[in-house]
């Protein structure tokens, strides 16, 4: 109602979207038969009927399967050109992007057709609409050290383009050290760091992200929570956490969103951010994210405030810029 009129009004940020989670079912089949690739669906109504997950990996089978659709540096600007409008429309503001440069270049999709596609649709936005970002380039942590180095030695040309690296796919089992030394060579490079944790894995991912990886941000963090020792080490960090809870919803992360730990969170002192993490499959966009908070848990305005200022405190934006919005 009016807390809902609140959200929707304000300007925000996104700190935690993959730009391939953005596409939609509409998208997706006109891409399809641009390119002349066959679906496994036979309609856009049957895609998004089959966006019913068990768990990460079982969204994660999917996401890969629809973003082969995107083969050409076009593709890559419409995919982000869409995503734009609709965060326009939400009064998104500032917004960083994650790409997963490994599961298009294992596809023969060169390195240098996404970022110019992504990128040149991030500058139309930045013109047209006012909406400033960053740029993220994400590790696939299913896939090997090596891969991790190679991806990264692709990306060496353009990396004054890319402002952080990050970590994604599935969790179990490929804890955040997997990948210290790419991390540590990342950061010598002037690269800014994140990686999802405790999403799916334990707190002791959580953990190993702050204390083995150094990151400067977490991705999730929701089982952070079950480990009081790593809890007071987010807080003293001020560490953000970039939140999704219509993901958590649909990953079985919570069972119902009354369970949503955002409270708990900043109760606990934390930074908690609101972020849509793959829209197209989960529900939804920032204020669709805010709005589930909203009706579901006993969110005060207070409360509603400090998730938008975390979200411009824990962006990767200069202070000038920052200033502008707070
Ligand atoms: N890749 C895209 N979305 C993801 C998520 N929520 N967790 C891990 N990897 C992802
Ligand atoms: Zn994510």
């Given at each position: 109602?009016?807390?809902?009129?609140?959200?929707?009004?304000?300007?925000?940020?996104?700190?935690?979207?993959?730009?391939?989670?953005?596409?939609?079912?509409?998208?997706?089949?006109?891409?399809?038969?641009?390119?002349?690739?066959?679906?496994?669906?036979?309609?856009?109504?049957?895609?998004?009927?089959?966006?019913?997950?068990?768990?990460?990996?079982?969204?994660?089978?999917?996401?890969?399967?629809?973003?082969?659709?995107?083969?050409?540096e076009?593709?890559f600007?419409?995919?982000?050109?869409?995503?734009?409008?609709?965060?326009?429309?939400?009064?998104?503001?500032?917004?960083?992007?994650?790409f997963?440069p490994?599961?298009?270049?294992?596809?023969?999709?060169?390195f240098e057709a996404v970022l110019n596609g992504i990128e040149?649709?991030?500058?139309?936005?930045?013109?047209?609409?006012?909406?400033?970002?960053?740029l993220?380039m994400?590790?696939?942590?299913?896939?090997?050290?090596?891969?991790?180095?190679?991806?990264?030695?692709?990306a060496?040309?353009y990396?004054?383009r890319i402002?952080?690296?990050?970590?994604?796919?599935?969790?179990?089992?490929?804890?955040?050290?997997?990948?210290?030394?790419?991390?540590?060579?990342?950061?010598?490079?002037?690269?800014?760091?994140?990686?999802?944790?405790?999403?799916?894995?334990?707190?002791?991912?959580?953990?190993?992200?702050?204390?083995?990886?150094?990151?400067?941000?977490?991705?999730?963090?929701?089982?952070?929570?079950?480990?009081?020792?790593?809890?007071?080490?987010?807080?003293?960090?001020?560490?953000?956490?970039?939140?999704?809870?219509?993901?958590?919803?649909?990953?079985?992360?919570?069972?119902?969103?009354?369970?949503?730990?955002?409270?708990?969170?900043?109760?606990?002192?934390?930074?908690?951010?609101?972020?849509?993490?793959?829209?197209?499959?989960?529900?939804?966009?920032?204020?669709?994210?805010?709005?589930?908070?909203?009706?579901?848990?006993?969110?005060?305005?207070?409360?509603?405030?400090?998730?938008?200022?975390?979200?411009?405190?824990?962006?990767?934006?200069?202070?000038?810029?920052?200033?502008?919005?707070?």
């Amino acid at each position: 109602e009016s807390l809902k009129r609140l959200i929707e009004q304000a300007p925000k940020t996104e700190l935690h979207l993959h730009i391939e989670g953005s596409l939609e079912p509409e998208l997706m089949f006109a891409l399809a038969r641009r390119n002349d690739i066959d679906l496994p669906y036979d309609s856009e109504e049957d895609a998004r009927a089959a966006y019913q997950f068990d768990d990460l990996q079982g969204f994660l089978d999917l996401y890969y399967q629809g973003m082969s659709v995107l083969q050409t540096e076009q593709d890559f600007y419409d995919l982000t050109l869409a995503y734009l409008e609709r965060i326009h429309a939400d009064n998104v503001v500032h917004t960083e992007v994650m790409f997963d440069p490994q599961a298009h270049l294992e596809r023969g999709v060169p390195f240098e057709a996404v970022l110019n596609g992504i990128e040149r649709a991030l500058e139309d936005g930045q013109r047209d609409w006012g909406i400033s970002y960053k740029l993220i380039m994400s590790f696939l942590r299913h896939l090997s050290e090596e891969s991790a180095f190679e991806t990264l030695t692709a990306a060496e040309p353009y990396l004054e383009r890319i402002y952080a690296v990050g970590l994604d796919s599935g969790e179990q089992g490929h804890p955040p050290e997997k990948f210290a030394r790419v991390f540590e060579r990342c950061r010598e490079l002037g690269l800014k760091l994140t990686a999802h944790a405790g999403e799916e894995g334990p707190p002791d991912y959580v953990r190993q992200a702050l204390e083995v990886i150094g990151v400067d941000r977490i991705d999730h963090g929701n089982r952070a929570l079950e480990d009081e020792d790593v809890v007071r080490m987010l807080a003293q960090r001020n560490m953000t956490l970039t939140v999704c809870p219509l993901s958590n919803l649909k990953l079985n992360v919570i069972p119902e969103m009354s369970q949503h730990p955002m409270l708990a969170m900043l109760n606990a002192g934390l930074k908690a951010t609101v972020n849509s993490d793959d829209p197209a499959y989960f529900g939804g966009y920032v204020n669709d994210n805010y709005r589930a908070l909203i009706d579901h848990l006993p969110v005060s305005s207070e409360q509603l405030h400090r998730l938008l200022v975390n979200g411009f405190e824990g962006a990767w934006m200069d202070d000038a810029e920052r200033k502008k919005h707070l």
